[in-house]
């Protein structure tokens, strides 16, 4: 049986994102049902949240992202008690100028965004948080940039039109800004409507713009585990079944006691279970995807 949508075929048994989301530069539909769910989400609701404040929410200007200090009231805490919240002032009057405004960890506000983001971290057995973006009419979102994790990103009120590389980088990068105007390499054009999901794999360049109208998305970021959290765990777990000591003896013969640690640790490596070290990893990158327990 096939099934037509994005998030349900990540729920399926040993399904990749690459896989689950096929051809990359083509848009794919997610249900009506998922769609409807996140209707209330907009501008104006958001704003008027009251446990909102940088840095879960920040804005960009022409493609540049302003200072947390620009949007925030200012002031002593001691003598304002309202000292580094949200200014929803100067945040409704960056929209109205062409800002585009980005709410990060948004399933902790938003439960249906909660809901579907612990569905996906438990099909994919990664950590998956939650963007927002607003884009107004005819401006463009952030520019150039490349993000370390897998990006699907969902529209669900307006259209974007996306610029994107087609092919991940072969060679050394970093996530962050570009310092050039763009990649030079092939470049797919892509516009979401209403409806609409676009999957970018880590380290893929990407900007987008705002059509005739505002522009609403919501982009789910996972994170897989990394190579360094395998890497303590494993030594963590290793160590504790070392009996060779480098701390007690004579000073003289420390190097030799070295290498005899270095030895039991090897072999005690080799013994790990590597299931089950990575399920515990996995499990760690989960939880940390979650909102707070109340």
Known sequence: MTISYGFDLLTADSTDITTAWGKRTSPLSVSPSFLTSLDHITIDR???????????????????????????????PSSNPDAGLLDRAKARSLVTHGATVMVYQAHQLIDPLSATAARISAALRASCGTTVFHTPARNPGLGWHRDGQHVVAVQIAGSKEWRVEKNAPSHWWTSGALVTDGPDTDIAHVTLGRGEALYMPPGVAHTARATNESSTHVSFIIQEPQTKDLTLAMFERASQGVKARLEEGPVTERRTRAAMVARELASAVHELDIDELLEMVEKDAMEAGQPPLD
């Open 46 to 76: 958001l704003l008027e949240e009251r446990a909102l404040r940088p840095p879960n929410i920040s804005f960009a200007l022409n493609g540049r992202q302003l200072p947390d200090r620009e949007v925030i009231i200012a002031g002593a």
